[in-house]
């Protein structure tokens, strides 16, 4: 008990920055997606990979907006288990997500419980739990939507994902 006090404290002392948070991501965020660009880059801070992960309970993935732009709804219940990606950021890494995602006026991040999928054991899924941005306030024919279990900006729904740099000033 002692020794795991004081080994604490060391850490503490010798990695000031203990102040990780895990993000889970299943939109243009992911590997591969218009804006996985923005998690490599160090000048928004640091995201480390951890697994690939499953949501526990399914939520209404939709496709909305004139950007095509993918929103988790806040609709646990329906729609699909969705897919996604968990990392762990740094404080600076998920300040920039913030203003990324326009948290809190357009995603609000809050927690949600996870399936990881490539665990070590198999069949022992373990049960996690991270941020996520997911919409709070949406209109309500996003709930017509088709909904994805897995989004891909280039799938076959065809709908481009405008990234903020193309958008035209409304
Ligand atoms: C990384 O982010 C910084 C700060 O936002 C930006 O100036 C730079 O162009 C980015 N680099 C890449 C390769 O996207």
Known sequence: ???SVILSLIISVICPVVHMARVFVYGTLKKGQPN???MENTS???AVFLARARTVEPYPLVIATKHNIPFLLNVPGTGQ??????????QKMLEFLDRFEHCPEWYQRTKIQLEVQDGDAEGEKSIEEAFVY???TYESEWLQKPTYESYDANGDHGLKYV???DRSPE
């Open 36 to 38: 996985y660009f923005r």
């Open 1 to 3: 008990m002692k020794g």
């Open 134 to 136: 997911r919409k709070t």
């Open 81 to 90: 288990r969705v897919y996604g990606e968990i990392y762990r950021v740094d």
């Open 163 to 165: 990234s903020p740099e």
């Open 44 to 46: 928004n801070g640091q």
